[in-house]
């Protein structure tokens, strides 16, 4: 199996199957102009690590920036987003 996720100009083909996968890159670059990056390392403000039996996506350089961004660095976090136990409703403008 070979998956092809293309967003925009960025192209990354993934599978179980080495064969498979360069087939498919060749194929593709007899249509379209490619350049071969090597391993995937950053995809769609996702971090990639890859060893020798497994993968990690990670987003913490993504989240860092964001923090930075809006100047919340040092803030607190959470290991829940909300505390259990809160109710939002659509029709008010209480939490409670």
């Known amino acids: 199996m070979a998956l092809i996720l293309l967003y925009v100009d960025d192209l990354l083909t993934i599978g179980n ?41 990670s987003q913490s350089k993504y989240i860092s920036y964001i923090l930075q961004k809006f100047g919340m660095e040092e803030c607190k976090y959470a290991m829940i987003p909300v505390s259990p136990g809160i109710t939002i409703s659509l029709s008010s403008n209480s939490v409670s």
């Open 17 to 57: 199957n080495d064969e498979i996968i360069q087939e498919c890159i060749s194929k593709l670059k007899e249509t379209f102009e490619m350049i071969n990056l090597g391993l995937l390392h950053y995809y769609l403000r996702m971090q990639m690590y890859q060893y020798k039996d497994c993968s990690y996506l």
